[in-house]
DNA sequence: TTGTAGGCGTTATCAT
DNA sequence: ATGATAACGCCTACAA
């Protein structure tokens, strides 16, 4: 490996010239600069990074914990994060959680702080104030959820008015049998259950009781979806609209209507919740909310940044606009 | 940060008996280790992954650079290569290239080999050959194409024999104006040409002429393959079959033909390749050739320790095997 | 079994 | 403007 030194011995300067030639820094003479430059290219020497944050002692690689990329919405989220943590002079490292507590435990405490600079979060089941003890002063921003009660930097998406909205969009197209396809569990705080508490709300404020039979919990992936239509035909159970809990469920949903002779939207009406891109370009299109993925992306890793510069700096919590996409789905 | 240093003060031994605790070496006392578990217990202690890396001069770190993680077909193929590196214990920091050769050859040749123990790339424009000086002996693995002349690792899919099949598939369908929309280019080598060549050998083993009018130069992207079906149309060719060059192409291509009302399978059968997860809930749901992900991912990765155990082991090309996916869309 | 010395490649600090 | 020195936290090699 060609060091510093070898450079500094090609040039014949010293070792911290050439530091500070290779890391732009000013009081260098432009004949001294030349030479460096020159040894530099003659020799293929390379700047040890790794070398360089064991004296600033940070890694500059920032963690990125999802359930997993293959997940389209996961790989958008991680597409921005890269892009703009790549824009301050950081690497993602991506952490698969598996959507399972252990991986997501493991994904904070185990040994991440050994290794990134900080962590970026998208817990799915874990509550991370058990996990506090943990951290300690090693910058995480949680991603997705809220509710942590200010102790710690979040970025989330507003669950409830979008999924409020979506519900709305279908009575105002004239629903009046609205399913909510969710996700495992209607308790406690995460993305269901506030998707699901938006969806609650726009029917009370239209005056449309809940129907308990119109709520599938079901799960997240498109099997699910499609399974929780099956279900309630099964059932017996009229509806003549869907608020799928994301995109991929609604896209199961779609499928089990097409399954069943159901027509989407003359039938039923479906709106989903992520707008990864193949909605677009689906028959028919489907009506989504988008969340405002590259917006997180940019705050979630400007909060680890800031937080590097000020460890003290209080918790910040931000909530990303969202934006309902109509197409053909709800037409 | 509390290092070895303060742990041995702690415990009152010296730092290298704490290293060769830390370490689970052997040569340690009973009494002495559980002194100095106990002060790691009490200090918080963590090792330092990136000084002890600086000594050895690895950072346990793959890189995976791809087009984008955005692209389901990459966010499929990144699960995977995680999942691998975890195995073995290695972390994957993802990159994107964003489809462009300075992104592949800033991915290749800038700090990479400064921070990881090797990369995974999957490249799509640059012809690898013409940076072989910038790697040297690093341990790099390329993914998706073969013809890299042996000169190093690759891990590759049957892109002839896949598209081929795909076009044979078709053709015992019935099919007999069978399109082919491909990438960006018939030449060099790259999955459009060498996909474009499986198509081109079905025809000819059937005996139907290639049209060249029947062959779409598109992109990559849903948008693509919409356009190029409304581009056959609006040139008035007839077409009763169309081989995508990926699944997105092809999701793509299903939309444009419902734009035009033509319907999948009944007057155009669509066929794409790689799998992606949304392909089995389509409507109809996308015959596919599957390309073996978890096949590549897993070899990349062992490709990528042996060559770190042994660099001067002579490079190898490993071929996936693939599978078709017959579904609706060629019912 | 335990400790000491030296160095991995870089940079901050202080001299020159 | 340039250079010498001493860290950063750990590990290899050797000494005790």
Redesign the pocket.
């Known amino acids: ?1 060609v ?3 070898d ?2 011995r090609l040039a ?9 030639v ?2 732009n ?5 432009d ?3 030349r030479r460096v430059l020159e040894a530099v290219q003659q020799s293929g ?8 944050t ?4 940070r890694t500059g690689v920032i963690g990125l914990a999802v359930p997993g990329v293959d997940q389209p919405y996961f790989g958008v989220l991680g597409e921005h994060v890269i892009a703009a943590a790549a824009a301050k002079g950081f690497h993602v490292a991506i952490e698969q959680t598996g959507a399972a507590a252990e991986g997501e435990a493991e994904a904070i405490s185990q040994s991440h702080r050994l290794q990134f600079d900080g962590l970026i979060i998208s817990a799915v089941i874990l509550d991370p104030r058990e996990q506090a003890h943990a951290w300690a002063d090693f910058p995480i921003v949680m991603l997705g959820e809220r509710d942590y009660g200010q102790a710690i930097d979040h970025v989330g998406m507003n669950n409830e008015a979008g999924s409020r909205a979506a519900t709305e969009h279908l009575i105002e197209r004239g629903c009046t049998r609205i399913a909510n396809v969710t996700g495992w569990s209607l308790e406690g705080v995460h993305v269901g259950s506030r998707r699901y508490r938006g969806y609650t709300e726009a029917l009370k404020a239209a005056g449309i009781p809940v129907d308990p039979a119109l709520v599938c919990l079901s799960g997240m992936g498109q099997e699910t979806g499609r399974r929780a239509v099956h279900d309630l035909h099964e059932a017996g159970v009229e509806f003549d609209g869907v608020v799928a809990i994301t995109d991929s469920v609604a896209i199961g949903v779609m499928r089990g209507l097409a399954d069943l002779g159901m027509r989407c939207p003359e039938d039923v009406r479906v709106v989903g919740f992520d707008d990864i891109s193949v909605c677009e370009f689906l028959t028919p299109s489907l009506t989504t909310v988008a969340p405002g993925h590259r917006w997180m992306a940019e705050k979630a890793v400007e909060l680890i940044a800031s937080r590097l510069e000020d460890p003290s700096r209080p918790p910040e919590d931000h909530t990303a606009p969202y934006e309902l996409k109509v197409r053909e789905s709800t037409r």
Chains 1, 2 share one sequence.
Not at 12 to 20: A, D, H, L, Q, R
Not at 46 to 52: M, Q, S
């Open positions: 490996m060091t510093m030194s450079v500094a014949g300067v010293s070792k911290m010239t050439v530091s500070n290779v890391n820094r000013p009081g260098v003479s004949p001294v600069r020497y390379r700047l040890n990074v790794n070398a360089r064991l004296k600033a002692g």
